[in-house]
């Protein structure tokens, strides 16, 4: 339970305020050093969580820090850990689970001057542990806070105190969790940035005006995940990059009819390298990922001899991520994001949103069921990836405008089905990818 101590008061004047109200006895005052932790799109603050480093150790608690879940003694991380380089126990079998392949990044660097309380009942017996805290991000000085530590068997005592801060002291409760302040004081979202956009559509808005809205919010995951996805962070930023990317191109195709054809003919050709030039490195990483589980497919004395086959893997993917990056950094990225937003600041007409959108989903849809009904068991490779991408680009569709101008009753499962077959096919595409990948190598 944390407060914010009055406006205009500090610390050892809450200090007072306090002992006029409340038996108290001082403890000890010094310094304390957090870093907190989460992933890029914050995968922990979503489950309420927060990772912190304090005191020589790493934690995984709730945000208000009153629950530790799993804790380790060890040195700061550095700029970014992974769960799978945390020795085995239960802190890394939590984060395995919450964050799988993202790294944890610091997210705030938090120093705060403390001092503890102790409120005494007529025995002197300790009822409420306090802390009164001046926390402070880089030079930015956060509101002080106080925080009630409630001592097993004294509920009522803690009511008592909490009578006694809200009935004019002026302490009101903290609206939010120290962390997600000190993270918005070092410049960043609490909620981390999602790959999955939301945006708000009425039925009958204008197709240009929505589209818009929608590849301004693609293009935003874009730029975010450009730089991680260069400095290498961790695999996820390239996967959410390049899923952003299909959906703009799924956008362009489906709603042409509010671009100017040539400029989007352009633009088409230039998403599409943008697109291909980041596949190689893509494929490289699922084959990575998953290459223990493939090893887990051949027996135990066959297991070892991919060993060699690992090291030519991670030897092509450093070769391919080496040409990516050199692309990703070339004015023809820049120039073509920044030419992008100037071109999508420019769409506002067209019929209503619903009526487009709706026309487009129905025909994709009897599309792909077309594609489906004509597979057979002989059927090549490729008829199920062109599946596939059908079904891409109807679970597109249906996420960026189904979700927002249609009952989610309806479109929540239909997306549901999707990606499922979508998973089926995925592993599919991907096995046919690595086999022609392992001739490849041989």
């Known amino acids: 339970m944390e ?13 007072r305020v306090l002992a006029d109200r409340l038996e108290l006895r001082a403890g000890t005052a010094g310094r304390a050093d957090r870093v907190y932790y989460d992933t890029f799109d914050g995968r922990l603050h979503a489950a309420g969580l927060v990772v912190v480093h304090e005191a020589g150790e790493l934690r995984l608690t709730s945000q208000d820090g009153q629950r530790v879940l799993a804790r380790l003694p060890m040195p700061r991380p550095q700029a970014r850990t992974f769960a799978s380089s945390l020795p085995p126990g239960p802190l890394r079998d939590a984060l395995t689970r919450l964050a799988g392949v993202r790294a944890l990044l610091p997210r705030a660097s938090v120093r705060s001057r403390e001092r503890t309380l102790d409120v005494l009942n007529s025995e002197r017996k300790t009822v409420v542990r306090m802390r ?3 926390p402070q991000v880089g030079r930015v000085k956060l509101r002080p806070r106080l925080r009630l530590d409630p001592v097993r068997g004294y509920d009522k005592a803690l009511r008592r105190v909490q009578e006694a801060l809200g009935n004019g002291g002026g302490f009101e409760l903290a609206p939010r969790a120290l962390i997600e302040e000190a993270v918005v004081a070092a410049g960043a979202r609490p909620e981390g940035v999602k790959a999955k956009v939301r945006v708000g559509l009425a039925r009958d808005q204008p197709a ?24 290498d962070v ?9 899923v952003s990317v299909r959906r703009t191109r799924a956008v362009q195709r489906e709603l042409r009819a509010v671009f100017e054809a ?14 291909a030039i980041t596949g190689d490195v893509r494929d490289l990483d699922v084959y990575l990922l998953g290459f223990e589980e493939l090893r887990g497919l051949l027996s135990a004395a066959t297991g070892p001899n991919l060993d060699p086959m690992l090291a030519v893997l991670r030897s092509r993917r450093a070769g391919a991520r080496r040409r990516m990056v050199r692309r990703l950094r070339s004015d ?22 619903a009526e487009l959108a709706g026309l487009r989903i129905s025909q994709v849809y009897r599309r792909m069921v077309k594609l489906g009904r004509a597979i057979e068991v002989d059927s090549p490779s490729e008829s199920y990836h062109q599946l596939r991408k059908q079904g891409k680009e109807l679970r597109y569709l249906l996420e960026l405008f189904g979700a927002p101008l249609y009952p989610e009753d309806v479109v929540v499962p239909m997306v549901r089905r999707l990606k499922s077959l ?13 086999a022609a990948m392992l001739h490849a190598l041989s």
């Open 3 to 15: 407060y914010l101590i009055p406006e205009g008061m500090t610390p050892a004047s809450a200090q």
């Open 132 to 134: 009164l805290e001046q």
């Open 208 to 231: 240009g005006s929505a589209t818009a809205a929608v590849l301004e919010a693609l293009l935003g995951v874009i730029e975010a995940n450009l730089e991680g996805t260069i400095a």
């Open 234 to 242: 961790d695999t996820e930023f390239l996967h959410d990059l390049r």
């Open 262 to 275: 040539d400029r989007l003919r352009h633009f088409r050709t230039e998403f599409r390298w943008l697109q």
């Open 332 to 353: 023809r990225v820049s120039l073509l994001l920044a030419a992008w937003r100037q071109e999508i600041e420019t769409l506002s007409a067209g019929p209503p949103i």
């Open 422 to 434: 979508q998973d089926v096919l995925g592993r599919h595409q991907d096995r046919e990818v690595q």
